[in-house]
């Protein structure tokens, strides 16, 4: 549930092989990536609340906070440290004041007046009081994208005084808390969320998407494990297929190849599905990011703008049809868009974090298309905070002009963009997780093996 939610130097055409991580040497493209990764670092930096750390699901447009922004958030701040943004202090005693909120939050099985239960959090909290957003659900893979970030900052701030001290403490009742077992209601996939009033959501995480991170994190759960098992009920609900050229576990919108990827470096370790198949879940999102591009260059909706360097569907904003005049073209609002074998949502929006997230895996087409998107749009797309979340040049508004750029910022969409520059460059933030001892035990029991896990 949501509600209402930058020269071209390289062009590369679409091949099943393409270009592996390969660094583009050019000054240009330092230049921009400083600029973008800094920008949209501050919006997390300067929107989040500083009484308790929560950051805002979007902005300009008053909102409540969301959990997973906010765990991005996390994690956007530890790159801020290490860019020279901020000091650690000042960003030690921001995570310190965002965990302390979480730990102290009232939880319970109450339909109001509470933060979360069994260790999970409402997917949107109030800003202020923290409290649940009217109705919304108790969850799981918002909760897992905030214990991800909470993750991040245990290991990243190692030292012994007693703020990074609290941090690692408080880290880690936070991921002892989360009832991950709790979550699986008896099945064999986890299940999306629950509402007190009418308990579990029929709809799991199965079919290859973000959701891996969850069985990961509940796997190696010394509190409330999941069992060893579920992963492979999780990886017999891949759909494998080829689409525009691309051999792969097929998901439509590019978040989905791309939130796990944030945390995890998958490149050279494999389990079994994998190992059959002969790739890693890294070039998985690789050929999808180039399967998404060559949707957009084929262009089957006929939509203005879309080329080999304008292009990108995913969860994002959109239009919406109150201000259209096209009178037989229906335009969606938020959606999950993406294009897959078996999944095609498209109205024309482009969402420049579908680039942006898929930096590392296919640098070589990512950078050039958000360069393009710069350079084409200027300051209506690409304002205070980097980017703004969608554009759609194929609508015709109601006053006759064409063309529509949203207002807002959408933080689940900014720290991809953020988080993904940097494991880019330096693989900082992978490198960090490769420290912490719960995603290393996760990634053991869920069965990979080969690669930089080999000495652990």
Same mark, same amino acid.
């Given at each position: 549930?949501?509600?209402?939610?930058?020269?071209?130097?390289?062009?590369?055409?679409?091949?099943?092989?393409?270009?592996?991580?390969?660094?583009? %040497?050019?000054?240009?493209?330092?230049?921009?990536?400083?600029?973008?990764? +800094?920008?949209?670092? @501050?919006? *997390?930096?300067?929107?989040?609340?500083?009484?308790?750390?929560?950051?805002?699901?979007?902005?300009?447009?008053?909102?409540?906070?969301?959990?997973?922004?906010?765990?991005?958030?996390?994690?956007?701040?530890?790159?801020?440290?290490?860019?020279?943004?901020?000091?650690?202090?000042?960003?030690?005693?921001?995570?310190?004041?965002?965990?302390? *909120?979480?730990?102290?939050?009232?939880?319970?099985?109450?339909?109001?007046?509470?933060?979360?239960?069994?260790?999970?959090?409402?997917?949107?909290?109030?800003?202020?009081?923290?409290?649940? *957003?009217?109705?919304?659900?108790?969850?799981?893979?918002?909760?897992?994208?905030?214990?991800?970030?909470?993750?991040?900052?245990?290991?990243?701030?190692? !030292?012994?005084?007693? /703020?990074?001290?609290?941090?690692?403490?408080?880290?880690?009742?936070?991921?002892?808390?989360?009832?991950?077992?709790?979550?699986?209601?008896?099945?064999?996939?986890?299940?999306?969320?629950? @509402?007190?009033?009418?308990?579990?959501?029929?709809?799991?995480?199965?079919?290859?998407?973000?959701?891996?991170?969850?069985?990961?994190?509940?796997?190696?759960?010394? /509190?409330?494990?999941?069992?060893?098992?579920?992963?492979?009920?999780?990886? !017999?609900?891949?759909?494998?297929?080829?689409?525009?050229?691309?051999?792969?576990?097929?998901?439509?919108?590019? *978040?989905? @190849?791309?939130?796990? @990827?944030?945390?995890?470096?998958?490149?050279?370790?494999?389990?079994?599905?994998?190992?059959?198949?002969?790739?890693?879940?890294?070039?998985?999102?690789?050929?999808?990011?180039?399967?998404?591009?060559?949707?957009?260059?084929?262009?089957?909706?006929?939509?203005?703008?879309?080329?080999?360097?304008?292009?990108?569907?995913?969860?994002?904003?959109?239009?919406?049809?109150?201000?259209?005049?096209?009178?037989?073209?229906?335009?969606?609002?938020?959606?999950?868009?993406?294009?897959?074998?078996?999944?095609?949502?498209?109205?024309?929006?482009?969402?420049?974090?579908?680039?942006?997230?898929?930096?590392?895996?296919? %640098?070589?087409?990512?950078?050039?298309?958000?360069?393009?998107?710069?350079?084409?749009?200027?300051?209506?797309?690409?304002?205070?905070?980097?980017? +703004?979340?969608?554009?759609?040049?194929?609508?015709?508004?109601?006053?006759?002009?064409?063309?529509?750029?949203?207002?807002?910022?959408?933080?689940?969409?900014?720290?991809?963009?953020?988080?993904?520059?940097?494991?880019?460059?330096?693989?900082?933030?992978?490198?960090?997780?490769? +420290?912490? %001892?719960?995603?290393?035990?996760?990634? !053991? !029991?869920?069965?990979?093996?080969?690669?930089?896990?080999? +000495?652990?």
């Amino acid at each position: 549930m949501r509600i209402n939610r930058i020269l071209l130097l390289l062009f590369i055409s679409v091949s099943p092989v393409g270009c592996r991580n390969e660094k583009i %040497p050019t000054t240009q493209n330092d230049v921009f990536l400083d600029s973008l990764s +800094k920008d949209t670092f @501050h919006y *997390f930096w300067d929107l989040a609340n500083p009484e308790n750390g929560l950051i805002p699901d979007r902005w300009p447009t008053p909102s409540f906070s969301s959990i997973a922004s906010t765990g991005f958030g996390l994690t956007s701040y530890l790159v801020g440290v290490e860019r020279g943004y901020i000091t650690r202090e000042q960003a030690a005693l921001r995570v310190l004041t965002t965990l302390r *909120f979480f730990q102290g939050a009232p939880k319970g099985d109450s339909v109001a007046g509470v933060t979360g239960n069994h260790g999970f959090f409402y997917h949107f909290i109030d800003m202020n009081t923290g409290l649940r *957003f009217q109705q919304v659900e108790l969850s799981t893979i918002d909760t897992g994208l905030l214990i991800a970030g909470i993750l991040s900052c245990q290991t990243y701030f190692d !030292k012994e005084n007693e /703020t990074e001290k609290e941090i690692r403490s408080l880290a880690d009742n936070l991921y002892k808390d989360v009832e991950w077992d709790w979550a699986m209601n008896g099945k064999e996939t986890m299940s999306m969320g629950w @509402h007190p009033e009418r308990g579990f959501l029929n709809a799991s995480w199965q079919g290859y998407n973000e959701g891996m991170i969850l069985y990961i994190m509940g796997l190696a759960s010394p /509190t409330h494990p999941i069992n060893s098992e579920t992963w492979t009920g999780w990886t !017999k609900t891949y759909q494998w297929a080829t689409y525009y050229g691309q051999e792969h576990v097929n998901f439509g919108p590019l *978040f989905g @190849h791309q939130y796990s @990827h944030m945390f995890i470096d998958y490149r050279g370790i494999k389990d079994a599905f994998m190992n059959e198949k002969g790739i890693d879940y890294f070039e998985n999102s690789r050929r999808a990011t180039y399967a998404n591009r060559q949707y957009c260059i084929s262009n089957p909706g006929g939509w203005i703008g879309y080329g080999a360097n304008i292009w990108g569907l995913t969860a994002c904003d959109g239009p919406g049809n109150e201000l259209k005049s096209n009178p037989n073209i229906s335009f969606m609002g938020y959606s999950a868009r993406g294009a897959a074998q078996w999944y095609t949502q498209d109205d024309g929006t482009i969402a420049p974090t579908a680039a942006g997230g898929s930096i590392p895996f296919a %640098p070589e087409i990512c950078i050039a298309a958000l360069k393009e998107m710069n350079k084409k749009f200027g300051n209506k797309l690409y304002g205070k905070y980097g980017f +703004k979340d969608a554009f759609n040049s194929s609508i015709i508004n109601k006053d006759g002009t064409q063309g529509w750029i949203d207002n807002d910022y959408i933080g689940i969409d900014q720290g991809p963009i953020v988080i993904q520059i940097e494991n880019y460059r330096n693989g900082f933030v992978w490198e960090l997780m490769k +420290k912490n %001892p719960y995603i290393i035990e996760g990634l !053991k !029991k869920a069965g990979f093996n080969g690669g930089w896990l080999e +000495k652990y």
